[in-house]
């Protein structure tokens, strides 16, 4: 009881009652998500395929990272996907239903992912920085 009548008064102060506030972070979050997820996805593959092409040391290893980076970027992207896609499923009524969703196993997972993929994106490009 004390959860929703806490829930209600934080919808009637608030100004929105979306995860998103606005249209212009809605349709961002789609947009970086899926051109994330789909060109991370192709700089994955063809490093892949140059990295099993390639016989010198130094050119594996640049791919190798490049590829470190394009699975982190790749992780990040599939984040922004399912907060824009909770965002739509809740649509106006995600106030009332926060404290499921901030209690739920989807919200801690995917606040797994978000911190594995930005992670290693940072040390990826933190190793290939320094060994230019």
């Known amino acids: 009881v004390t959860i929703c009548l806490m829930n209600a008064m934080t919808c009637v102060l608030t100004k929105s009652r ?3 506030k606005n249209i212009f972070l809605q349709v961002f ?11 991370n996805a192709i700089s994955t593959g063809l490093s892949i395929k140059e990295l099993l ?4 040391f130094r050119t594996r290893l640049d ?10 970027d790749f992780l990040v992207g599939i984040y922004l996907l399912f907060v824009s ?8 009524e995600f ?3 926060q404290h499921f969703w901030l209690t739920s196993h989807m919200c801690d997972a995917l606040g797994i ?5 930005s992670q290693v994106s940072l040390f990826s490009m933190t190793v290939l920085s320094i060994s230019r």
């Open 29 to 39: 979050g789609w947009l970086s998500g899926i051109l994330a997820t789909i060109l």
């Open 63 to 72: 791919k190798l990272v490049i590829m470190q980076v394009s699975l982190g």
């Open 53 to 56: 092409e390639t016989d010198s």
């Open 85 to 92: 896609g909770t965002d739509r499923y809740y649509q106006q």
């Open 18 to 20: 979306n995860l998103l």
């Open 113 to 117: 992912i978000s911190t594995i993929g």
């Open 95 to 97: 106030c009332f239903d």
